[in-house]
Nanobody, 117 residues
Framework: QVQLVESGGGLVQPGGSLRLSCEAS????????MGWYRQTPGKQRELVAR???????NYGDYVKGRFTISRDNGKNTVYLQMSSLKPEDTAVYYC???????????WGQGTQVTVSS
């Protein structure tokens, strides 16, 4: 099994930056994708960004050009660098891993990001 631990959320002013981290442990060899989703009350969880084991990335349309996902394989950690933050980016951000061979979603506990002046 895979376990995910997130860190780095908090309060930031509009236009500011924040970096989220997600460290994976356990059966990390089985991870196919790692990424970040976010959720606000009353809405479905939505993709922010994800990165494959081969390094390919995907981003939600609303974060392209502002957020960057990266990974450090030596630390089993994925990062989400968020810049030019907007109030509408306020949400709980969840780290996600998809493990193979049968796609299983694993979720972190979530970290709150609040963009407000």
């Amino acid at each position: 099994q895979v376990q995910l631990v997130e860190s780095g959320g908090g309060l930031v002013q509009p236009g500011g930056s924040l970096r989220l981290s997600c460290e994976a442990s356990g059966s990390i060899f089985s991870i196919v994708f790692m990424g970040w989703y976010r959720q606000t009350p009353g809405k479905q969880r939505e993709l922010v960004a994800r990165i494959s084991s081969g390094g390919s990335t995907n981003y939600g349309d609303y974060v392209k050009g502002r957020f960057t996902i990266s990974r450090d394989n030596g630390k089993n950690t994925v990062y989400l660098q968020m810049s030019s933050l907007k109030p509408e980016d306020t949400a709980v951000y969840y780290c996600n891993a998809v493990t193979g061979p049968i796609a299983v979603n694993v979720w972190g506990q979530g970290t709150q990001v609040t963009v407000s002046s």
